[in-house]
């Protein structure tokens, strides 16, 4: 029934009013909404939450989208923002340790993918900022330059984030080796 | 870590399919505020075509704009300003009166439902606690009471509603003038040109106000969107390593507290129900033995509160070993003898409390208690979290309907207020304080302990210090995802009382009412055992359980050292693993060094026996505590399979053995050797007994639980 349709042609028209455009938008949008909140919180009802936001901020703000680059380079930052957002909201109302999270107790493995996961779960447990910019540059696949637009920094700041990021992942990953 | 795997891990797809539900509820909701902003955008556009038709537009677009434009848009808008000030002021007096009738109204169709209350986020003063108004709204003012109960749905956030409950009944006069004018607009009776301006303005007004409402009422939903506030993965749990097995000869001294708390249990059925294994931390296995009732002789007379006796039996699940059973049993209180209470509830209300398994099952499990207090108890309760503050001054349990309709009126909602909710709660039991009754602070959270005291030490510090003073402090603990079980563990033993965790109305049912006397009244404190093994007899011992209860042998007979405590009708068990050493492998072995201790041979008098038992207690009211003994001998062996008077005695401790052996596999079944679930099951339903509550059949599905999903872990 829906003819494929360019999606800036999508956007444009959603921009414009058109809700079916902008539902049909959402609704290819939204699982990768999803994914990069579930990959910034690690945790599905907490992603599903961020999602809603996200969403919403999106039906709100879609205007301010000026084609400079690609949708989701754009969209990228803004989830990621109301998933601070919506971290920092939460750890405000409890006095709850949140470094105290008590970890499942599995024995580090070398295999593959449980590998990715521990490294994953330690990524998320890094400092915002250098989660962000690991985010923005690796998994968004932005540029240093881009990723310091978003993040309102110099280039150079970015890079550092990256450095000092990558530095704590070597150590864990030594860590994981000794004991796996 | 190169740059290209780091890449893959970030990029990879180990992400899950989010619930269909919630990306419908994201995509209506995002929709929804698409629209909003679509007609935000025409009401822009169609505004300055509403002033341009006024003024005339100009078709001067450069910028400039003659005087006369400004003037009339200014005197509009000051216009516009004025009527809505004063309409909003009438409102907002008018609203405070109507607020309880909107409340009441919806009383009487869901009581405790979850409302859609905002998170956390929305920095409201939650908690939102109105004093009974009991008017019947006006007739005819059912376009106001619209708007009022829409505005119900959401909270303003600038509103505040205190906490008191001596309200006096305002007088309603301001009513018919707010309702004559929010009715006017669609009769527009020909009340004069002047009135009928005013009236079209109001309708805009209220036309606006409506849409602002609605908008409001989208960012709440933003929020919660009528869903519970779900909390997930943060239960904490203290980290304890299961104890060791122990040689006599090196150590045999063991001396412990007593523990009653069973929140370990309920944490566990949770967990289970859910399809999960238990984290290994969450499982305290005196707690999961404990949790049940046991038909051990009761103290002969009341001079001494509870009764103490000891059986051994062979090791189901370590051939040539026994088990130490040593079982305590406090006598009950009879109803008429029952001391008089004097409790406050120290309720969490805040944003995450909004879901089924938490602030609705609260104040239910809270109401159960109520019906069995007698009528001159006094009842408080002072909330946290959200509000703070006194809900219900202390108030006579005879006057139940007053404590019902406080209780109904608590809603969770808004964040942090930090102020006095622990302080204030303890103020007001001070203030009722009688040395003859039983004068007791109950906490009931979810986790949230933002009670006024933030550091942890001093909470601490504080509950003990009020416990010296007589009044005690239990922890009720709801929901799961956010426990902070090892707190409130802490909390309930240096406030002298019992901490649990109620999961269901069932275990509410269970802990507030079957158990009342003893959650409520303790008959015997700072409770401690110390047993000495005989190294003729036992080569090593393994206590079960009671990690987090370990004392230093020198604590046993330091009265200053706090110890857990007994409440009437509480059953206490703990169990020892033994290796005896005529017939018992050691797992330890034999040291090069040292020449073997059993080469001595000890005065035959103690060749009988296996250890010696010692348990230390006060009264409640005492600070110096008593000493009972009792040597453990062969004479105490029972079989498995006992007739006669001894088959009780038997049966309980079967299923004592049944519920530690589960509790060890829970935790990873270092000593159980091969010993299965399927074996548990099969142990246990030797020992159901009369089960009338059905708690041990209960138990018995769980094992099967744990057992299938134990199975699918490839355990």
């Known amino acids: 029934m829906t003819e494929p349709v360019d999606e800036n042609t999508l956007i444009k028209q959603a921009q414009s009013g058109d809700r079916a455009a902008f539902e049909a938008l959402l609704r290819t949008y939204y699982d990768v909404i999803f994914r990069i909140a579930y990959k910034w919180c690690g945790d599905k009802a907490d992603a599903e939450d961020i999602t809603q936001n996200a969403c919403i901020k999106l039906a709100r703000s879609i205007d301010r989208f000026r084609f400079e680059s690609t949708f989701l380079t754009w969209l990228y930052p803004l989830v990621i923002n109301t998933a601070k957002d919506w971290v920092k909201r939460r750890v405000r109302n409890k006095t709850t340790n949140i470094d105290a999270v008590a970890e499942p107790a599995e024995a580090p493995t070398g295999d593959g993918k449980v590998f990715a996961r521990q490294i994953m779960a330690y990524v998320r447990r890094l400092p915002e900022k250098e989660k962000e910019a690991l985010y923005l540059v690796f998994s968004a696949g932005m540029s240093h330059r881009e990723a310091a637009t978003v993040m309102a920094c110099k280039e150079s700041t970015v890079s550092w984030y990256i450095h000092e990021a990558r530095k704590k992942l070597q150590s864990f990953q030594a860590q994981e080796c000794r004991y796996g | ?715």
């Open chain 2, 1 to 715: 870590m190169d740059e290209r795997q780091l890449t893959e891990i970030l990029k990879a797809d180990d992400v899950p399919v989010a619930d269909e539900n919630a990306r419908k509820r994201a995509m209506n909701l995002a929709l929804g505020a698409f629209d909003e902003a679509q007609r935000d955008k025409e009401k822009n556009r169609q505004g300055i075509g509403l002033l341009g038709r006024l003024i005339g537009r100009s078709n001067n677009r450069s910028g400039r704009r003659p005087m006369k434009k400004w003037h009339l848009v200014g005197g509009m808008a000051t216009a516009m300003t004025v009527v809505l000030a004063v309409v909003t002021y009438d409102v907002a007096k008018d609203r405070g009166l109507r607020f309880e009738d909107s409340s009441e109204e919806r009383k009487l169709g869901i009581i405790g439902s979850g409302k859609p209350a905002s998170r956390p986020e929305a920095e409201r003063d939650g908690g939102q606690v109105r004093s009974p108004g009991d008017r019947a709204p006006a007739s005819g003012d059912k376009k106001s009471r619209e708007i009022f109960a829409k505005d119900e749905l959401q909270a303003k956030p600038d509103r505040r509603l205190k906490p008191s409950i001596a309200r006096p009944s305002e007088p309603a006069p301001v009513q018919p003038p707010v309702a004559a004018i929010l009715q006017s607009p669609p009769r527009h009776s020909g009340q004069g040109a002047a009135s009928g301006a005013l009236v079209e303005r109001l309708q805009k007004r209220s036309s606006v106000t409506r849409k602002a409402v609605g908008q409001r009422k989208l960012r709440q939903a933003d929020d919660a969107s009528g869903r519970y506030y779900k909390d997930v993965g943060r239960d904490q749990f203290q980290q304890i390593a299961e104890n060791e097995i122990k040689r006599v000869g090196d150590a045999p001294v063991s001396t412990f507290s007593v523990d009653v708390d069973t929140a370990s249990y309920s944490f566990m059925r949770r967990q289970l129900n859910r399809g999960v294994l238990p984290q290994k931390n969450a499982i305290r296995v005196e707690e999961l033995v404990n949790y049940f009732d046991y038909a051990y002789p009761l103290p002969a007379s009341r001079e001494r509160p509870f009764h103490a006796s000891v059986s051994v039996t062979p090791s189901p699940w370590k051939k040539g070993n026994k088990l130490l059973h040593i079982g305590i049993k406090g006598y009950d209180v009879d109803a008429d003898v029952k001391p008089r209470s004097n409790l406050v509830f120290l309720l969490d209300v805040s944003g995450s409390m909004n879901a089924p398994d938490k602030l609705p099952l609260m104040v239910n499990s809270l109401k159960l208690l109520l019906d069995t207090l007698k009528p001159d108890d006094t009842v408080a309760i002072v909330v946290y979290a959200g509000a703070a503050g006194t809900v219900l001054e202390p108030t006579k349990a005879a006057e139940k309907h007053k404590i019902l309709a406080a209780l109904d009126k608590l809603r969770a909602g808004g964040s942090t207020a930090g102020a006095a909710g622990i302080r204030q709660a303890y103020a007001l039991a001070q203030g009722t304080f009688d040395k003859k009754a039983v004068n007791r602070v109950i906490l009931a959270t979810d986790g949230d302990f933002n009670v006024g005291i933030t550091n942890r030490e001093e909470l601490k510090g504080f509950i003990e210090r009020k416990r010296k003073t007589g009044i005690f402090l239990s922890v009720f603990g709801f929901g799961q995802g956010n426990l902070n079980d090892h707190l409130m563990q802490t909390l309930a033993q240096n406030g002298n009382g019992v901490a649990a965790h109620i999961d269901t109305l069932n275990e509410a049912r269970k802990v507030l009412v079957e158990e009342a006397s003893s959650t409520l009244f303790p008959i015997a404190k700072d409770v401690k055992l110390q047993v000495e093994f005989n190294p003729a007899t036992v080569a090593e011992y393994r206590l079960i359980g009671y990690e987090t209860r370990a004392l230093k042998r020198e604590d046993f007979k330091n009265d200053k050292v706090d110890a857990g405590d007994i409440g009437a009708g509480h059953t206490v068990t703990a169990i020892y693993e033994i290796t005896p050493v005529k017939g018992g492998e050691p797992m330890i072995g034999a040291s090069r060094y040292r020449s073997t201790e059993s080469a001595k041979k000890p005065a035959t008098k103690f060749g009988e026996e296996y250890a010696f038992l010692k348990i230390r207690y006060k009264l409640p009211d005492q600070d110096k505590s008593t000493l009972i003994s009792t040597p453990v001998t062969v004479a105490n062996e029972i079989e498995s399979n006992a007739k006669g008077d001894a088959a009780v005695r038997s049966r309980e401790t079967r299923w004592a053995t049944a519920v530690a052996a589960f509790g060890q596999l829970l935790k990873g079944g270092k000593y159980t050797g091969a010993y299965s679930y399927d074996d548990v099951i099969a142990l246990a339903s030797t020992a159901k007994g009369d089960d009338p509550f059905g708690y041990r059949a209960e138990f018995i599905n769980l094992v099967r639980l744990a057992r299938s999903v134990s199975g699918r872990s490839g355990k």
